[in-house]
């Protein structure tokens, strides 16, 4: 299939308000399409952050500490502050405690 070649009123016009309607339109009737494009996306966007290893009772641990930074623990456990924060959060809702 041949790639279509837009001119610069076809590239103006998908700017206008009128064609974002359409684009909307478009993406509510057709759920399914607009989802599969969303998971695709996200796989191509930097798969090497999802790791989705497990937690150790040694990170946890370190987790729970209060005297250590999210910071310094970022660092030192190689997982993102937002990472820890979370899991954090799990771990004080489940009323783990040190």
């Known amino acids: 299939m041949k790639k279509r070649i837009f ?11 009128k064609y974002k309607v359409r684009k909307k339109a478009w993406r509510q009737r057709h759920v399914a399409k607009r989802n599969e494009c969303r998971k695709r996306n996200y796989m191509k966007s930097r798969p090497e952050k999802r790791t989705n290893k497990p937690w150790g009772e040694f990170e946890q641990l370190m987790i729970l500490t209060k005297d250590l930074t999210d ?13 820890i924060q979370q899991q954090r959060y799990q771990l004080l809702k489940k009323g783990k405690t040190l």
């Open 7 to 17: 001119t610069a009123q076809e590239r103006k016009n998908q700017n206008s308000p």
């Open 71 to 83: 910071t310094y623990l970022s660092h030192a456990l190689g997982r993102s502050v937002q990472a």
